[in-house]
């Protein structure tokens, strides 16, 4: 099994995750209980066995992490009041202006107010507008009119007043630096509730509490910087043939990027640890979408049986298994047995014990069924043509009957799809193959090879295509003889029957004295089948290639855009500090 349990936003993420990869809980002779460290491998196989390694490794990942930036900004604004106004009277036009957003305010006496806050404002473009208004660059439109508009949100409330944006903040580090400078360099600072700022006797301490406060209205994005992966295994399994599985599948499968893994032996499955960073060493971020994770899965199976592990992928309707639970699911779940005060919801805890028990999802079971069972009749008919052993025959025929017993009825529309199609097949074998016909299909058989020839690469592949050409060819005019066999013996017994009816007639007696046609041969039937999977799998693999080029590319677009943007804002972040 594969599972990404996390992603990696931040160098503090990233530092706890080292740490519990490269560490395991001991206790100690005393009783005490404490940390070993236990060895690690990175891409190229070197090992990082201790906390001053760790740190290392951390400080060249870290190197290449995006920061979280804010959508929206928290901006400096300056206040230049036309007339006299009490405290009172500006601290209502101010929540006027703001609405539901927080801010600090600090009143001057030479009539000036300075505001920090959290506004709906976009980041980054306040902040380029700022920048080309310090610089003389161009109109600073964009803080033009967030300026004119919170003047006209404060005209509104009562108070005349000149708005100047001094600076917008575009991530949390500058968002919390600004914030420690106004309440570093600003007086009598008030919030928007009208108290004074509390926290603490420092300043960080003061601005820690502010911002947790505001935490809640701070849109931000969190990067995805590495994946936390984990390979696990059945109980029993050679943990250092699943180790060399998992490092062999991630040397093909994530060229470039760096990665670590961990095994940790103390608990019951084999499992390994994986972190991956996001991006590989050109800026190519991973993607891990549920398709993607499935092809993984197959891969890694096929690998791991290559090192002598019996490993097959499943989906989880395959097995008819429940949904799986989360770590934090679970914790709620042992907290609410040992803690009867602890509430949680009945469906977690029915979800976690339903799993654990092994418990047969119902709905997983009825849907493979209804799948399964007509692949197992066509396979019993498939058995009987090709002369198979009666008891495997038989074998298949009550697969085919256990599967459509077990699954539910199905609904009125699909009972008559079902009948539509078998009225149909039924209606094609009765049905009298002329040479027209059987040349059609020869020819549709002869244009799906030539495809299959266009997707193959190696001369390998060519030749084997080219011997199944000749093994169809060889079929269809053994088949295509006895058609014509048939037609000649109908028409002789036709004529020999007494007289020339008329042709109507003649035609109803070739009708009902031609015999049935002989079915069309098992493996030409496979090879058919063959060459339409074929050729499907190399559409889904072009259109799936361009799409992604197409996506690449997008994603290039948008990277090379923010990097652009990020630089802008740092170089305004740096004029303002």
Known sequence: MIKVTS??????????????????????????????????????GLVIASREERAAVLAEWASEFREAYAVNALATFSLT????????????????????????????????VSVYAVTDLPARKIAGALKAREKGEGPARAAENAEADFARRLADAGVA???????????????????????????????????????????KER????????????????????????????????????????????????????????????????????????????????????PELYEWRARFAARARAHGIAMVATRRADVAATRPYSQAQAGAHERGKSDPRYLKKPDVADRVERKRAGVVDRASLTNGNLALAPKWQATASALKKAGAEPSVIAAAERFAAAATAQAAQPVPLAALRILIATIQQQKEKAMPLSLE??????SRANTSMDRLETMVDSSAERQAVEEVRKEISALFAEQRRDIQMQQMRSVAEASGAGGAPPPARADEARAQDRPAPATIDPAIAAQQQAIAAGRAARAAREQAGAAKGAQDEQRQQILRQAAQERQRGNDCDGAER
């Open 161 to 203: 007043a000149e708005v100047r944006i001094l600076g917008a903040a575009v991530s949390e580090t500058s968002g919390h630096y600004f914030l420690e400078k106004f309440l570093r360099t600003e007086k009598g600072v008030t919030t928007s509730a009208g108290d004074p700022v509390k926290g603490g006797p420092t300043v």
């Open 7 to 44: 992603t990696v936003s931040s160098r503090a993420f990233a530092a706890g995750l080292m740490t519990y990869l490269g560490t395991r809980d001991i206790e100690k002779d005393n009783g005490e209980k404490g940390k070993v460290d236990i060895p690690i491998y990175d891409q190229d």
């Open 207 to 290: 601005a820690d509490g502010v911002w947790r406060a505001w935490s809640s209205h701070i849109r931000t994005v969190e990067p995805r910087n590495a994946f936390h992966v984990i390979f696990s295994a059945r109980a029993g399994t050679d943990r250092y043939a699943m180790q060399r599985a998992v490092r062999d599948f991630l040397s093909e499968q994530v060229t470039g990027h760096r990665w670590i893994t961990a095994h940790h032996p103390e608990t019951g499955h084999v499992h390994v640890h994986a972190m991956i960073s996001a991006r590989d060493d050109v800026g190519k971020a991973l993607r891990l979408t549920k």
């Open 81 to 112: 009041l036309a007339d006299p106004v009490d405290d009172a009277a500006l601290h209502d036009a101010l929540n006027a202006a703001f609405g539901s957003k927080p801010f600090l305010s600090s009143r001057h006496p030479d009539g000036t």
């Open 437 to 442: 016909q059987f040349d059609e299909r020869v």
